[in-house]
Each structure stands twice: as C-alpha cells, then as structure tokens.
C-alpha cells in the first residue's frame, strides 16, 4: 500500500515539473516572437552634440619608455688572442729573464745559508770520522787530531790531518771540497798551484796509511807530523791554530 502512495506522488510531482518547465518555454518563445515582431526605428547621429561632448579629451596613448637592455658579458671562449710576432718574443724573453732571476735567488739563498756551526761543539766520543767528513767545512778538526794522537792512534790523526788540509785548501778556493771526491781529481784542480808538489808528497802518504795498510809507532808518526802541521800554516789564514797540546778531559 505504501509503495502505491509513493509511487503516485513521484508520477504527480513528475508531472507538475514537466507542466512548469513547458510553460517556461511557452513564456520565452511568446517574448522572442514579441521582440522580432517590433519595428526597429532608425537613431539620428548629431555630430556637434558629439564634438561638444568629446571637447578637452586626450585620447593619445602614451607608452612607457623600455627598460634599458643591459650588456651582456663576454665570456672566455678558451682562445687567448692572437699576437704579433713581435710580442710573442718580448713574452719569451721577460719570461726566460724571470727565470734565471728566480734560480739565482735560490742559488744565492742556498750558498749563503748559515751553516751548522753546532756540530764543532760536538765530543769526539759522539761523532764518527764519517760524521766529520760529512760536516768537514763545520768541524773544528785540532781537538779530534790531538784526541787521536793521546790515544796513539797515529793512523786516524794522519787521516784527520789530511782532512785539515782539504779543510783548509777548500776555505782558500784552491780546490772544491766534496766527499765524494777522488784524491786524483783534487791534484788535477791544483795542476797550476805552487802547492802541488808538496800537497803530492803528503797526499801519498796519506794513502800508504790509510789505504796501504802502514801502521806508525810514534818516533815514525813524530818525525812525518811536521810535514802536515808546516804545510797547514803555510796556507792556513792567520788566525789559525795549530792542535792544541793536550785536549781537557
């Protein structure tokens, strides 16, 4: 019974929207009919009452100035620009200047460095002939030579004093003191010196002791020492000291 009610009002209410809308239409077609049936009246267009009406305006359009366009910057394109000839070879030859100048700052900075003076201050005990070689331009050698000779090491005080010498030879620009260095090449660089034939004379005993296996007892050490200790003093600066008698223990 009640689907048949609900049924019913759903078909009536139907109906009465579907009446609503028809009459809608009717209503607008009625009025569009009404409208295109008017007549339509020509308007009369008075020119002067159009100038008045237009007098004072200003109807020119003004536009802004743009903006200014700002540059662009350049960039490197990996290309350096191109130079004369000319121009390359001044380039080339500022920069081979530059060069040697750089190279003779070093060249300088290494031959004026100080040395190391504290090697002199050290014992006999804790450094090794090896170790004075090394350092033969920075050692004070008299203290070892009359170390060696206390101990009547005579063998070790010959080789010291012939240290001295090249010690001494190299201070006075008469030979270039290396450790590597052959007694050989030392007598050819005093090949024009007025001390070649006394510093041969001594070189060769030096190698009879040291490399010839000659081993001094002290009158033979006593009467060869002079030999060295007048050659020293003879190219020593005056300031120089000989070894001195005995070393302080």
Known sequence: MRYKIWVTLCLLLTTIAENAIL????I????????????IEAQHFDENTWNSSIEGLDYTIKRKAPPPVKAKKKRWNGEWPKLGQGILVVLKVIAILLLVFILALIIRHYFNAPRNIAVSKIALEDMSIEDIEAHLEETELNPFIRKAIDQNDYTLAIRLYYLEMLKQLSNQKVIHWRKNK?????LQEMAHSPLLGDFRILTLIFERVRYGGMELNKPEFEEIEPNFTSFLEGIAPADYTPPPAKIPV
């Open 182 to 186: 052959t007694n050989r090449q030392y």
């Open 23 to 26: 009459a809608q239409e009717d």
């Open 28 to 39: 607008a077609r009625t009025q569009e009919q009404k409208y295109l049936a008017e007549p």
